[in-house]
């Protein structure tokens, strides 16, 4: 028997509030299926879709099957967004780096586009993980009214209300705020790596490295040779010959 979802009190974040917005350059951008007018824009949907749930995919993580039923139709954004939570990728990068709290918690930003409201709704999504496992999970929040009525079937999840009117600075973005792996998995990969910013501070173009024939090149071992210097002979005033040294008229 399933475990019905365990209830929680939502809270008045920015996504819940209702405000008269202008549009702008910092204000979102909705990539929807809906006005795709050629392929060059669905090509951008499928680099936001990438974007909001891997941050950034190589060319080893992505889905080109998925990709190509979603370019001719067979797939909603939905479904596209579906099989990339359910993607190796994603489960090698979240899910096995993270406890199953804070894997709650970023799907949660990534899915529904807001922060977790409390410890409470991390506990309740952690029983649903826990009892139906991530493919279970994963349908019941895209199957929550929360995304339908955000989201819908054709548009891409993005982080809702991020950058308010009447502050200067908006929240945080998602990616910035809940890296993909957590400061266990960070401090056992060795982050921050010391080695690699000393060879950042270190580095030299190419065009301004030494060639062949450069004297700097040969300057670590000029300074492997150890020169004697001539000694100074010590001369007393005593064995001077005065005579001998006035110059003769």
């Not at 809906?34 to 060059?40: A, D, P, Q, R, T």
């Not at 994603?90 to 949660?108: L, P």
């Not at 004697?228 to 001369?235: E, F, K, T």
Request: net charge positive.
């Amino acid at each position: 028997m399933a475990l019905p979802l365990l209830n929680y009190s939502p809270v008045s974040q920015n996504q819940r509030v209702a405000a008269y917005e202008v549009g702008g350059d910092e204000q979102p951008r909705v990539f929807t299926t809906e006005n795709i007018l050629s392929s060059g824009d669905m090509d951008t949907l499928i680099k936001a879709a990438y974007r909001q749930i891997f941050f950034h995919a190589f060319a080893w993580d992505r889905e080109p099957f998925l990709e190509s039923q979603l370019r001719n139709g067979q797939l909603t954004v939905r479904d596209f967004i579906r099989g990339l939570l359910l993607s190796k990728t994603f489960y090698n990068s979240f899910y096995e780096k993270n406890s199953n709290y804070r894997f709650v918690e970023q799907c949660v930003q990534r899915v529904l586009g807001r922060d977790v409201y409390s410890e409470r709704e991390k506990i309740a999504w952690s029983i649903v993980v826990a009892t139906k496992g991530i493919k279970g999970f994963v349908d019941a929040l895209l199957n929550s009214e929360e995304y339908l009525s955000s989201f819908g079937y054709d548009t891409v999840p993005y982080q809702r209300r991020r950058i308010l009117p009447s502050r200067t600075e908006g929240e945080i973005p998602f990616n910035i705020k809940s890296p993909r792996y957590d400061a266990y998995y960070r401090a056992q990969l060795g982050f921050p790596q010391i080695i690699w910013q000393n060879q950042v501070r270190t580095f030299v173009p190419q065009d301004k490295q030494a060639k062949a024939g450069d004297p700097t090149l040969f300057m670590n071992m000029a300074q492997t040779v150890a020169a004697q210097p001539n000694p100074v002979p010590r001369v007393s005033a005593q064995n001077l010959d005065y005579l001998a040294l006035v110059p003769k008229r």
